[in-house]
């Protein structure tokens, strides 16, 4: 079992930046692939960001190009996602998820390949 707590959330106005955080505790992150996603008021939860096991490949969604970056400590045994030039539509509560992938270099974007996930963590981006 994982348990995935996200971090790191809040009110920024646009243009401004946060790095939200999602530390994993119960085992070693080091082989697991990581997700985020990320969900709208009356919208679906969407792919944002992911990272393999190695960190050697990483995804993000078309939208954050070019704004987000992800990255991940397996020391601290958390993923981090860089985001800066914040839009107002990047408000959504950001979940981070977690899947059991050694070896493998992909990463998966759909949320039904995800085994664990965290409570989310509200970000606000005021215009």
């Known amino acids: 079992q994982v348990q995935l707590v996200e971090s790191g959330g809040g009110l920024v106005q646009a243009g401004g930046s946060l790095r939200l955080s999602c530390a994993a505790s119960g085992r070693s992150f080091s082989s697991y692939t990581v997700g985020w996603f990320r969900q709208a008021p009356g919208k679906e939860r969407e792919f944002v960001a992911g990272?393999?096991?190695?960190?050697?490949?990483?995804k993000l969604a078309d939208s954050v190009k070019g704004r987000f970056t992800i990255s991940r400590d397996d020391a601290k045994n958390t993923v981090y996602v860089r985001m800066n030039r914040l839009k107002p539509e990047d408000t959504a509560v950001y979940y981070c998820?977690?899947?059991?992938?050694?070896?493998?270099?992909?990463?998966?974007?759909?949320?039904?390949?995800?085994?664990?996930w965290g409570q989310g963590t509200q970000v606000t981006v005021s215009s």
């Open positions: 990272i393999n096991w190695s960190g050697d490949n990483t």
């Open positions: 998820a977690a899947r059991h992938a050694p070896f493998r270099v992909v990463v998966f974007t759909e949320d039904n390949r995800y085994s664990y």
